[in-house]
């Protein structure tokens, strides 16, 4: 059998092909050309494919997690340093069962929470008190240094509040959400790292059991992630501060003739 240059370089371009898109099936001739199985040298570039890309994976796999980490670092230096900051405000020291700062599964969680005695916000209004644009510029010293994106998220009590313009938790937790982002911006952080704020009213309380507790009003300040979520915390069961996949529905609106503030219920 005569081999022709062509032969040789149709059988050469087929072996070093890219085995994702060669044929396993061996073109008529070759295996005479090579004097060997072409079907076996393709199989065997397939396994070394396989090979390479589970290294590859693999390097990838633990760039990601010291890359979370290191972010992990920066959560936990950011949130010593927030600590230790309301520490050493006296007019803040009682205010530290109002602060509680998490890592979660989507970031640093820095929560602004009432407390029996004390509330972040005038009652029934989305304007702050001092000592929440205070406890709000403690936070932005805390974070302004990384460049991880931020989302806020308000909530409210479930105790039933309507006024008579039809203004509900739904409307005062988003507006209180709202106040957070203008404190922060106004305390220096840069407007470009907010990504998200909305209100959640009553639909995720802090304490599940008891509803109506004033520790459910809540300002949420989330530390975004950029990176994976580390393997320490990556099984943590948290509430999303990005809300749930469907869009949560407004409760009807009670009969008009009768309002909750009529009936005396001091609004979340």
């Keep these: 059998m005569t081999v ?21 099936v061996p073109a008529p001739g070759l295996s005479q050309v090579l004097g060997c199985d072409v079907r076996l040298k393709l199989e065997n570039l397939q396994l070394t494919g396989s090979f390479k890309a589970r290294g590859a994976r693999h390097r990838l796999g633990a760039l990601d997690q010291a890359l979370a980490a290191r972010e992990q670092e920066q959560f936990e230096a950011a949130a010593e340093m927030l600590r230790q900051a309301i520490d050493s405000v006296p007019e803040l020291v009682a205010l530290q069962d109002s602060l509680l700062i998490e890592q979660t599964p989507e970031g640093l969680r820095i929560q602004l929470v009432d407390q029996k005695g004390y509330s972040m916000f005038a009652l029934g209004s989305a304007q702050p008190n001092q000592q929440t644009r205070n406890l709000v510029q403690l936070v932005t010293r805390a974070v302004e240094q990384l460049g991880n994106k931020i ?3 308000g909530y409210t009590d479930s105790r039933p509040y309507r006024s008579q313009e039809g203004y509900t938790n739904w409307e005062l937790s988003s507006d209180r959400a709202n106040a957070a982002r203008r404190l922060l911006i106004e305390s220096g952080l840069e407007a470009e790292r907010i990504a998200l704020v909305q209100g959640r009213a009553d639909t995720d309380p802090l304490l599940p059991d008891d509803p109506e507790s004033e520790r459910n009003r809540r300002i949420s300040i989330v530390l975004l992630r950029e990176n994976a979520v580390p393997i320490e915390i990556r099984d943590t069961v948290a509430p999303s501060e990005l809300g749930a996949t469907e869009p949560a529905m407004e409760p009807a609106a009670p009969p008009a003739q009768k309002t909750e503030l009529d009936n005396g219920h001091a609004p979340g």
């Design 4 to 24: 022709t240059i062509q032969d040789i370089e149709t059988a050469a371009a087929t072996i070093a092909g890219d085995v994702l898109h060669t044929p396993t």
């Design 151 to 153: 989302s806020i998220s």
